[in-house]
């Protein structure tokens, strides 16, 4: 049986570039896609190209920073199982000539579209039992870029809002992932300088998920999971160490600290401001 058989999955700009290869990744482990776009024309022709390979894709016009049309699509759709907020848009404008009306608008599609999306879907996952929802973010989110300030404050925000709804949501049994592409070559970079695409490995993508221990963490979902709890556990001792919590002869990382971190959990609720308040 395949991963996805009976599940229903929303893509967001499946019409065309990564959008549609997620779109038929998804419907290829047997979930029903529901691609979406502001393409009519090359939405239908892609979502026609993947039925005739046999897929189950409809495609349906959404603008992801409308939401009235994100309660419809939600509304039609059977059941909810997946969301891939990858729709997005770019400019090129550092930030002295960054023009309010571009910023505005790369924003209400990447940033906003992506939180209308994860609001929209939240409550039919709840009903479906759980979920998962992944949300198209960026390396530049994480480094900045030179020339793309809208662009990097777009991702950068996509990140943080991965990172605060899945803390929201986990007891609702539902998985809210962030992943950060590097160079692809699709319409979206053409017309940039180089393609848009630095090339870090052979295929233009970033190394860091080859740095990262993989094979340890089995899957690409598990990793962004593990790497949400590192920066919390990090935190919490961070505080302990500033409120000299840490006993004198601390046991070496092993077990023994994962039953220090759950101390320190708790210990981190009720504490008075410290310096690091500063940082977050
Ligand atoms: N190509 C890269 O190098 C790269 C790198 C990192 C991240 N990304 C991200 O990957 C995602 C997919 O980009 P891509 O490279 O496939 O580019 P693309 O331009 O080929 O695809 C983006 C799709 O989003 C759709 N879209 C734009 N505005 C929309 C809106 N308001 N409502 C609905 N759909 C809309 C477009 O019509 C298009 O089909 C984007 O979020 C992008 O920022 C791309």
């Known amino acids: 049986m395949r991963r996805l058989e009976g599940r229903v999955a929303i893509v967001t700009g499946g019409a065309r570039g990564q959008g549609a290869s997620h779109a038929e990744r998804l419907a290829r482990e047997g979930a029903a896609v529901v691609s979406v776009d502001v393409l009519d024309e090359a939405g239908e022709a ?93 390396v530049f989110g994480v480094t900045g870029s030179e020339g793309y300030i809208a662009y990097t404050a777009s991702k950068a925000a996509i990140i943080a809002m991965t990172k605060t709804a899945a803390l929201e949501h986990a007891a609702d049994g539902i998985r809210v992932n962030a992943i950060c592409p590097g160079g692809v070559s699709t319409p979206m970079n053409e017309r940039e300088p180089e393609g848009g695409v630095v090339p870090l490995t052979p295929l233009g993508h970033v190394l860091g998920f080859r740095a990262l221990p993989m094979g340890f963490f089995a899957t690409l979902a598990a990793m962004v999971v593990v790497y949400l709890v590192l920066i919390e556990f990090g935190k919490r001792l961070f505080y302990a160490h500033e409120r000299a919590e840490v006993p004198p002869h601390a046991p070496k990382p092993g077990r023994h600290l994962r039953r220090r971190a759950s101390y320190f959990s708790t210990a981190s609720r009720d504490r008075s401001p410290g310096p690091g308040d500063a940082t977050r």
């Open 46 to 138: 892609t979502a026609a190209r993947l039925r005739d390979d046999g897929l189950d894709v409809t495609y349906r016009h959404l603008d992801v920073a409308d939401p009235d049309g994100w309660r419809a699509i939600v509304d039609g759709c059977a059941r909810l199982d997946v969301l891939v907020n990858n729709a997005g848009i770019i400019h090129v404008a550092p930030l002295a000539e960054e023009r309010l009306e571009d910023w505005n608008r790369l924003l209400a599609v990447n940033a906003t579209g992506t939180l209308l999306g994860m609001q929209a879907a939240i409550p039919a996952m709840r009903a479906a039992g759980g979920g998962s929802i992944i949300n198209v973010a960026s």
